[in-house]
């Protein structure tokens, strides 16, 4: 039973790996193929253990444009982890006699328990994460050079020869080992940047307060981009310190870690093969510094390096996005290159998710939440009580407290005092993204949608929540499970879309639409998390009065679904079309309560408004 | 018919017609990370090929050669030198001059293609080793050489020694020899201390090797940390006798202290004897021609008679030296195959830059021997040998103002 | 009791120019969100470059400071930093903040530190330099040593604290009382809102660079007499001001300031600290507060350092 299955997926994925082979595909294995001859043709200005050293970097690069292309992180500390990988897998071959391969991968490892565990600079601002990762390439290297010892002083440890993969250690047979270690990275890559992992990533690099309140887990992704990024950085060291014959600190010093980021910000850091590209071009640059300086009549060679620097500031202050997006769009319009997108064809893998059993009482009970911003009380005295399927409104003049009250709830803000109970379970101390895990989703007053992804993107981010197989290694393997839920989570984000009925512009980037139509992909995204509970932050803003009536139905839609709603209001009309309830917010308290019709003839409400439009 | 047409091919042969081959001779040296020891030793051998070059290039069996020297970086780092090495060899460099950068990394690479390396700077112990490697050679004034002189000297002093080094590379490497060279004598040791390499002020660690009741301070380190240990201990009012290896000599110092003259007075440093039995004559020649082809190494300070301090060239020797063994090596084996000359390194000696001969054999490879190490004092911002102890006190003083 | 007096009061002084690294630091971060990585050694190009017109590339000895050319190189070493702060600003950290783009002025105020690196020390060839004393210290006490509580004190020390702090003081007075400390806090505050009000950013923005860059080259040119000035000098300064302003989350410049003065005294006290005969030893003594550093903000992050979820 269980072969059969295997082979029905196996040919599954055959089938769709045909689908999706082109011609881009033949050219790129034509090149890995001219790449890995390349030693064999004895070409004379050509030297393989310099080339195979460049390979491994442009590996290690590759993997950190993961880092710093999607996720945003602009790290200065990926020579860190080389060093790490190259001086545990030199002592362990140098001093305990290891073969190359466990201790390499023992490097790799070392690599990834120091990325867990400075892992938390994954959590700051990218400045912040910037001047951590520039910490930490010193640390290692004042850390390498303090304690001889471990780095063999200013000699370094010597690596003895060892045999890889059962060959002798030749640079040739490292040039072999390092480009299939550079296509498995590149295709890895490229495999989690298309799928979820990827997807997230983006999202938080884009917005990330619309990310995190849509369930994504910040902390967790940003770490799990930085482990893999650490690890594959360590296992290019470990290899490529056999190949240098000796371990030195001088030679990993923060200067390294300044190259790679260079490399993948040279080549573009949004191109899976940018960094690669990046690590070529400057190659390049320090091969040409060396004529310029003498053309130049500059004295002695010492500086070949200032010159290369130099230049390399010139090329920066440049400016572009990086050459190999901009290689794509050239080709782009000899028609090369089409950016494929993954058919959006719903697969009948799809289930329909059987709704969560909720008790038959309240779906979402808050009791005496208070709020205060040093002395200044935002909100006090909060209670309200939503069942399922109900869609009760808040309203209030500009300072009243709503955003404030929708903060509370969602998680964004801890309380000082009162409680939140979801469903039976009490979510005061719960996170935003646990409470969106157990159901309880929000909108975004400010920022609506993600720049650069496309409607059906942005609610896929949403989807995120639900995945089980969406993690990274399972997404770089194309396991059958991340597979299916890939397509299934593409249906169920169409879906969410068709309910809001945005099904048509699915493929539009966000940017290209109109500001009620990014606000309807908002909720589309919420929608998408699966909510019981879901809050909305003024869903009529902008919005003309001929479209008031669409999205009444788009909300009575969304209540047949058995999902409650809490609705933040400025727009009177859409409160009187679509809210069962009413609650009228001033200075922080609830001043009054019932349906819209007890609300409207209320005195204390008129006062709350000071004259305002009456309802 | 025939003999004449053989006499004919035999004349043809020689190398009257034919333009000259080359040799390339590497120099690997620290262009990026420590520029003067590279401009050092590049100047000394420049130098000994200018030389040989200019008259009409060496001959080798039966033809005329010119050196050309080929200059590799190393950056300070071991793996450069490893790079620069693979490179040499496959540009058929018949030696490689070095530093000492990586020679642990690189001798082993350059042994399979019987390739010699020669370190004209590093004395670190270990290094060299003719059994296990015969293609390394030295010639520089070694750490333990030094190390053991130093207290060959002071301990029969009946001085109590403050054993102090910093913590840069040549501090610690130099640390192990002085605590082997001391190890024998444990109470003429007084203290032992690690000194920052980039200090601002160092009184605190003076006042406590002060208070250890030192009588002599052997300070092994570079020449900031021997400057800050001159300021700290002479501002104490503490007239302490200061030891130290060849960095006492390094121009810092006196550029440093330059307003007290009487505070580098009584530093006395160990390095390799620059001059012979013969006397200072060829030391000065060399000194002149070196002079004369890339200027005076001024100091940058005056004496009390107002006349400006030079620098004798001393580590420029070194490869300069090399060269000319290395040269004889090849007359010698008559061909420019390093299979050949490698074994020839281990019979030939020449006159090195000051009149002593150098040579090497197959149980010594160090160009300069424990015997070879002298002790100079400075005296009103100039260095002149020792009058108590045997060998220094053989030598004259070279000239050092202009 | 006289070592822990040494310990103190060199390390104050050595703490003193980090404390006015870290407030650049600090200063740069909260005006533009930026973390200038090339700010150590462009104070580095100014020492140099005042050395260059000293002497050339020759050995400068320390009675150079009696020449009269001596203020002259040390005004031209200010302007080449003001100047290279302010280029650096314009050239490679304005295109890239219009853009949005972090790596970008990421990478090019780096690429400016490494640049000016490399030229130093192919300029220069020895391994260490002696700067000369702008002031006659050693003509106080014992060739500028005093005896305080028995311990043996550099009179520069005090100068250079005094010197830190009142540059500290200063600009703090600065930005709470002028015009241009006003323009700076708008800017940091809100800097389109400063913009709309009519108040020049770029401008003002790239002046504060340029001043940041001139407080800490003072205080460098005030401590490095002292030691063995080399290309790794401001590179090494600059650091240790990153690590202080680090450690209090680009708060604000006075207290990284203060954070500097902490960093330079546990250093000093690393360096020297003897329990018996067990020396904890000089290679702790950067390593250490690295480590301290980077586990805190990893571990304990601040509100303002965490990436924005709301």
């Not at chain 1, 697969?347 to 205060?372: F, I, N, S, W």
């Not at chain 3, 105020?109 to 702008?134: E, K, L």
């Not at chain 3, 806090?185 to 660079?209: H, K, Q, T």
Request: charged fraction near 15%; charge should be neutral; proline fraction near 5%.
């Amino acid at each position: 039973m269980a072969a059969g299955r295997t082979r029905t997926e196996l040919g599954r994925a055959l089938a769709d790996a045909r689908a999706a082979w082109g011609s881009p595909a033949w050219v790129a294995v034509a090149a890995i193929a001219l790449a890995a001859a390349v030693p064999f043709l004895s070409l004379p200005w050509v030297r393989v253990d310099a080339l195979a050293q460049t390979v491994y970097l442009a590996v290690t690069a590759t993997a950190l444009g993961l880092l710093v292309g999607t996720a945003g992180l602009p790290s200065l500390g990926a020579g860190a982890f080389v060093a790490v990988g190259a001086f545990t897998s030199a002592l362990l071959v140098a001093r305990e006699d290891w073969p190359l391969e466990p201790a390499a991968l023992a490097g790799a490892l070392a690599a990834l328990a120091a990325a867990l565990v400075f892992g938390g600079v994954v959590r700051l601002r990218p400045a912040f994460v910037a001047a951590s990762t520039w910490a930490l390439a010193w640390l290692v290297w004042l850390g390498l050079l303090a304690f001889p010892s471990i780095s063999g002083g200013s000699q370094g440890l010597i690596v003895p020869d060892r045999n890889l993969l059962g060959l002798d250690a030749t640079p040739t047979v490292h040039f072999e080992v390092a480009l299939a270690l550079l296509v498995l990275t590149a295709l890895g890559i490229a495999a989690v940047r298309r799928g979820a992992p990827g997807l997230e990533l983006t999202a938080l690099r884009q917005a990330p307060p619309l990310a995190v309140s849509l369930g994504v887990r910040l902390g967790r992704r940003r770490l799990g981009a930085f482990a893999a990024s650490a690890f594959v950085a360590g296992l290019a060291g470990g290899l490529s310190v056999q190949l240098a014959a000796v371990a030195d600190p001088a030679s990993y010093d923060p200067f390294l870690s300044f190259k790679l980021l260079v490399a993948v910000l040279l080549g573009g850091a949004a191109a899976t093969l940018g960094p690669a590209a990046g690590v070529a071009v400057l190659g390049l640059i320090a091969l040409a510094s060396g004529p310029l300086a003498r053309a130049l009549q500059l004295p002695l060679e010492r500086f070949d390096a200032a010159v290369a620097a130099i230049l390399l500031v010139f090329v920066l202050a440049l400016g572009g996005g990086g050459i190999v997006p901009w290689a794509t769009r050239r080709l782009a319009h000899l028609g090369w290159f089409q950016r494929v997108r993954p058919s959006l064809q719903v697969t009948d893998c799809y289930k329909e998710e059987e709704r969560r059993e909720v008790p038959g009482g309240l779906v979402l009970h808050a009791q005496g939440l208070r709020k205060a911003y040093g002395g200044v009380v935002a909100v006090d005295a909060l209670s309200l009580e939503l069942v399922p399927g109900e869609a009760a409104a808040l309203v209030g003049p500009n300072g009243s407290g709503k955003t404030t009250a929708l903060r509370l709830l969602s998680g964004a803000v801890a309380a000082d005092a009162g409680q939140v109970v979801l469903g039976d379970r009490d979510v005061t101390t719960a996170t935003p993204s646990e409470r969106v895990r157990l159901g309880i989703a929000r909108t975004l007053q400010t920022v609506t949608t993600f720049p650069e992804l496309t409607a059906l993107e942005d609610v896929l981010v949403g989807r995120s929540v639900r995945r089980r197989y969406g993690g990274g290694i399972r997404t770089a393997l194309a396991t059958p499970n991340a597979r299916r839920e890939t397509a299934a989570s593409e249906g169920a984000a169409l879906e969410a879309l068709a309910l809001v009925g945005l099904r048509d512009v699915a493929d539009v980037e966000t940017q290209a639409l109109t500001t009620s139509e990014r606000r309807l992909v908002a909720l589309a995204a919420a929608l998408a998390t699966e909510p019981d509970v879901l809050l909305v932050d003024e869903l009529a803003a902008g919005v003309g009065a001929d479209e008031l009536e669409r999205l009444a139905e788009v909300v009575a839609r969304i209540r047949s679904g058995g999902i409650a709603l809490l609705l933040v209001e400025h727009n009177l009309r859409l409160v009187r079309l679509v809210s069962d309830r009413v609650l009228v917010l001033a200075a922080g308290h609830v001043v009054a309560e019932g349906s819209v019709e007890e609300v409207a003839g209320s005195d204390a409400v008129r006062q709350a408004y000071l004259g305002a439009q009456t309802l | 018919m025939l003999a004449g047409l053989a006499v004919l091919a035999a004349g043809c042969g020689k190398s009257t017609g034919s333009p000259p081959g080359k040799i390339v001779l590497a120099v690997d040296v620290p262009v990026t990370g420590s520029p003067y020891v590279a401009q050092t030793i590049r100047n000394g051998a420049g130098l000994a090929v200018d030389r040989l070059n200019g008259g009409g290039g060496i001959t080798v069996g039966d033809r005329k050669y010119k050196i050309v020297v080929k200059l590799y970086d190393n950056h300070l780092s071991a793996r450069r030198a490893v790079e620069n090495t693979r490179r040499a060899l496959s540009a058929g460099a018949v030696a490689i001059v070095t530093d000492g950068t990586g020679v642990p990394a690189t001798w082993q690479l350059a042994r399979k293609d019987s390739v010699p390396i020669a370190i004209t700077y590093d004395g670190a112990t270990g290094l060299v080793d003719p059994d296990t490697r015969p293609n390394v050679f030295r010639i520089a004034p070694t750490n333990h050489a030094i190390a053991f002189r130093l207290a060959e000297y002071t301990i029969p002093k009946g001085l109590k020694v403050g054993l102090l080094h910093d913590d840069s590379a040549y501090g610690q490497e130099g640390a192990k020899d002085v605590d082997s060279a001391f190890s024998a004598n444990p109470k003429s040791v007084a203290t032992r201390m690690t000194l920052p390499a980039v200090a601002t002020d160092l009184s605190a660690q003076i006042l406590r090797a002060r208070r250890s009741g030192a009588t002599a301070l052997l300070v092994w380190g570079q020449p900031s940390t021997i400057a800050a240990v001159l300021t700290a201990a002479r501002t104490m009012g503490w007239n302490v006798p200061v030891f130290t290896p060849p960095t006492g000599a390094d121009p810092y110092i006196r550029q440093r202290l330059a307003d007290h003259p009487d505070w580098v007075d009584g530093l006395t440093f160990a390095s390799g004897r620059m001059t012979a039995e013969v006397g200072a004559a060829p030391f000065k020649a060399f000194q002149s021609q070196y002079e004369a082809t890339y200027g005076a190494d001024k100091v940058g300070v005056t004496n009390s008679k107002g006349k400006q301090v030079v620098q004798p060239p001393e580590f420029a020797m070194y490869p300069y030296d090399f060269v000319n063994v290395l040269v004889a090596a090849l007359t010698k084996a008559g061909s420019v195959d390093p299979h050949k000359v490698l074994p020839e390194l281990n019979q030939v000696t020449t006159q090195g830059a000051n009149g002593d001969e150098r040579g090497f054999n197959e149980h010594n490879h160090e160009g300069v021997v424990d015997d070879d190490i002298y002790f100079a004092r400075f005296h009103d911002m100039t260095y002149s040998p020792v009058p108590d102890d045997p060998l220094s006190s053989t030598l004259p003083t070279i000239p050092q103002t202009r | 009791m006289t070592i822990a007096l040494q310990v103190l009061v060199s390390g104050l002084a050595a703490g003193g120019v980090y404390g006015l690294f870290a407030a650049g630091y600090s200063l740069m971060y909260r005006l533009t969100g930026i973390v200038n990585f090339a700010f150590g050694d462009l104070v580095g190009l100014g020492i140099f470059a005042t050395l260059l017109v000293l002497a050339g590339t020759t050995p400068v000895t320390q009675s150079g400071a009696h020449e009269p050319r001596f203020v002259g190189a040390l005004t031209v070493g200010l302007i080449v930093c003001v100047a290279a702060g302010i280029g650096t600003y314009v050239g490679l950290v304005q295109p890239y903040l219009s853009r949005g783009s972090t790596i970008g002025w990421v990478a090019g105020t780096a690429a400016v530190a490494f640049a000016i690196r490399a030229v130093i020390g192919a300029t220069f060839q020895r391994s260490s330099y002696v700067f000369p004393d702008p002031l006659p210290f050693h003509r106080v006490g014992n060739a500028g040593f005093i005896k305080v509580a028995g311990a043996q004190v550099e009179a520069r020390a005090f100068f250079v604290i005094g010197l830190a702090l009142a540059l500290a003081l200063g600009s703090v007075w600065l930005l709470e009382r002028s015009r241009f400390g006003r323009a700076l806090r708008a800017v940091s505050d809100d800097a389109e809102g400063a913009r709309v009000v009519g108040v020049p950013v770029d401008l003002v923005v790239a002046l504060a660079f340029g001043l940041a860059g001139a407080l800490a080259m003072i205080a460098a040119i005030a401590a490095a007499p002292g030691e063995a000035v080399n290309a790794n000098t401001g590179t090494l300064l600059g650091l240790k001001g990153l690590i202080a302003a680090l450690a209090v989350r680009f708060g604000p410049p006075l207290w990284a300031f203060a954070a500097g003065l902490v960093l330079g005294v546990v250093e000093a006290a690393i360096a020297n600290v003897h329990l018996g005969s067990w020396q904890l030893g000089p290679s702790y003594r950067e390593v250490l507060p690295l480590l301290f550093v980077l586990v805190l903000i990893a571990v304990w992050p601040s509100r303002d350092a965490l990436e924005e979820r709301e």
